[in-house]
């Protein structure tokens, strides 16, 4: 089939849109990834418009040439117009469209309307009409698209089983299809991690002690994520022999860079590429999930993160969220916090150090050996393999 993975937007840090395209390229499917272009007058290296990748699929990006237009709401839906005129138009004649998130899907429905045996599948990162900080009209409207347009997609995947239920719960009077799900387990994945000698780069590039015990925050340093919690946890923890490693990017970046400055314990890493982040997370001795409960689709979440500190042999201290809890739990691969509070925090890490890590080895092991991205996306293959065979 010829599909178009469809994302607004650069496509430099997507994983699971990654993943997925190495996936359907490998399976035997046309791929190419429908990404955006930024302007000449954007921050940052120019990226290309056309790119090759090994694997047989590609990467064409779309520039809106509207985005030099100022900021605001009048001018955001001018931009969002032109993008979907241009994708709409070009790409419409695909067999299928993997849309992901509900911007996609929208221009994915339209696509739709043109051609009739396009193909939709609705992939939902979180869950969309519940995300952290959207302002509720906004919430409102993602429900109202969903409710109108879910019914046209073959298939829904989304993240975690509480997603899962959450969507088929809520759409159930409006004809949605099978909800799937896929998990963003990462690829490749360490066999065992227990057979791979568990490097010192943090240690070492942040001068750290070899006995000291390392906690490591992966990930964006967004809001709600439970950084400033994290932060304030290990203050005065430093002639305990505890740092925190903050290893990722964001909006708050002027804030752990602070901290770092302020705090002997605190260190901030840039982010890494997708292919050496689980080389960077074996150097922990223990992986935060902090994500604060702020909305439902933060409150179901089974971020990246959790996976790859499981994946990488690294146990796992995590806020009270129910699908990471039951995934903790399933395999015995760390602990969840009794208190979301800078107070509950320290307590669990000074715990965590003092009993040591060594119970958790088994679960670890044990989660290496069933967990796998090419077990995860096996019966998505399985549905595109299906929509193939019938357009024959």
Same mark, same amino acid.
């Given at each position: 089939m010829?599909?178009?993975?469809?994302?607004?937007?650069?496509?430099?840090?997507?994983?699971?849109?990654?993943?997925?395209?190495e996936?359907?390229?490998?399976?035997?499917?046309?791929? @190419?990834?429908?990404?955006?272009?930024?302007?000449?007058?954007?921050?940052?290296?120019?990226?290309?418009?056309?790119e090759?990748?090994?694997?047989?699929?590609q990467?064409?990006? @779309?520039? #809106?040439?509207?985005?030099?237009?100022?900021?605001? @709401?009048a001018?955001?839906v001018?931009?969002?117009?032109e993008l979907?005129?241009?994708?709409?138009w070009?790409?419409?004649g695909?067999?299928?469209? =993997?849309?992901?998130?509900?911007?996609?899907?929208?221009?994915?429905?339209?696509?739709?309307?043109?051609?009739p045996?396009?193909?939709?599948?609705?992939?939902c990162?979180?869950?969309?009409?519940?995300?952290?900080?959207?302002?509720?009209?906004?919430?409102?409207?993602?429900?109202?698209?969903?409710?109108?347009?879910?019914?046209k997609?073959?298939s #829904?995947? @989304?993240?975690?089983?509480?997603?899962? +239920?959450?969507? $088929?719960?809520?759409?159930?009077?409006?004809?949605?299809? +099978?909800? !799937?799900?896929?998990?963003?387990?990462?690829?490749?994945?360490?066999?065992?991690?227990?057979?791979?000698?568990?490097?010192?780069?943090?240690? +070492?590039r942040?001068?750290?002690?070899?006995?000291?015990?390392?906690?490591?925050?992966?990930?964006?340093?967004?809001?709600?994520r439970?950084?400033?919690?994290?932060?304030?946890?290990?203050e005065?923890l430093?002639?305990?022999?505890? =740092?925190?490693?903050?290893?990722g990017?964001?909006?708050? $970046?002027?804030?752990v860079d602070?901290?770092?400055?302020r705090?002997?314990?605190?260190?901030?890493?840039?982010a890494?590429?997708?292919?050496?982040? !689980?080389?960077?997370? !074996?150097?922990?001795?223990?992986?935060?999930?902090?994500?604060?409960?702020?909305? !439902?689709?933060?409150?179901?979440?089974?971020?990246?993160k959790?996976?790859?500190y499981?994946?990488?042999?690294?146990?796992?201290?995590s806020n009270?969220?129910?699908?990471?809890?039951?995934?903790?739990?399933?395999y015995?691969?760390?602990?969840?916090?009794?208190?979301?509070?800078?107070?509950?925090?320290?307590?669990?890490?000074?715990?965590?150090?003092?009993n040591?890590?060594?119970?958790?080895?088994?679960?670890?092991k044990r989660?290496?050996?069933?967990?796998?991205?090419?077990?995860?996306?096996?019966?998505?293959?399985?549905?595109?393999?299906?929509?193939?065979?019938?357009? =024959?």
């Amino acid at each position: 089939m010829r599909i178009a993975n469809v994302v607004l937007n650069d496509f430099t840090r997507d994983n699971r849109v990654l993943k997925l395209s190495e996936s359907l390229a490998n399976a035997g499917h046309e791929v @190419t990834v429908v990404a955006l272009q930024k302007s000449p007058e954007a921050a940052g290296p120019s990226l290309p418009k056309r790119e090759n990748r090994d694997g047989g699929w590609q990467v064409i990006r @779309t520039r #809106v040439r509207s985005a030099k237009l100022p900021k605001g @709401t009048a001018f955001g839906v001018i931009k969002m117009a032109e993008l979907g005129m241009r994708l709409v138009w070009r790409w419409r004649g695909m067999d299928a469209w =993997h849309c992901n998130d509900i911007e996609a899907f929208v221009f994915g429905w339209l696509a739709q309307r043109l051609n009739p045996r396009l193909q939709l599948i609705y992939d939902c990162h979180e869950f969309e009409a519940e995300r952290n900080a959207k302002p509720t009209i906004e919430r409102k409207m993602v429900a109202w698209l969903e409710r109108r347009m879910i019914r046209k997609a073959h298939s #829904v995947i @989304t993240v975690s089983p509480s997603i899962v +239920q959450a969507y $088929q719960t809520r759409y159930a009077d409006y004809g949605i299809p +099978q909800v !799937l799900l896929v998990r963003n387990v990462p690829a490749p994945r360490l066999r065992d991690p227990s057979d791979v000698a568990k490097p010192n780069l943090f240690k +070492q590039r942040f001068d750290i002690p070899q006995g000291d015990f390392v906690a490591l925050y992966q990930g964006a340093f967004n809001y709600n994520r439970g950084l400033e919690t994290a932060i304030e946890a290990v203050e005065g923890l430093a002639d305990k022999g505890i =740092h925190l490693v903050l290893m990722g990017y964001g909006p708050l $970046q002027r804030l752990v860079d602070e901290a770092a400055a302020r705090y002997p314990n605190i260190h901030v890493h840039p982010a890494v590429a997708y292919e050496e982040v !689980l080389a960077h997370t !074996l150097s922990a001795d223990i992986g935060l999930v902090s994500v604060k409960p702020t909305c !439902l689709s933060y409150l179901y979440c089974l971020p990246n993160k959790l996976f790859e500190y499981i994946l990488a042999g690294v146990p796992v201290l995590s806020n009270d969220l129910p699908d990471c809890r039951d995934l903790i739990a399933s395999y015995e691969v760390g602990s969840i916090v009794e208190a979301d509070h800078p107070s509950g925090w320290r307590k669990a890490l000074l715990e965590a150090k003092s009993n040591g890590t060594s119970q958790f080895e088994p679960g670890l092991k044990r989660a290496a050996e069933t967990l796998s991205w090419s077990r995860e996306v096996a019966p998505l293959l399985a549905v595109y393999s299906a929509m193939g065979e019938g357009r =024959h």
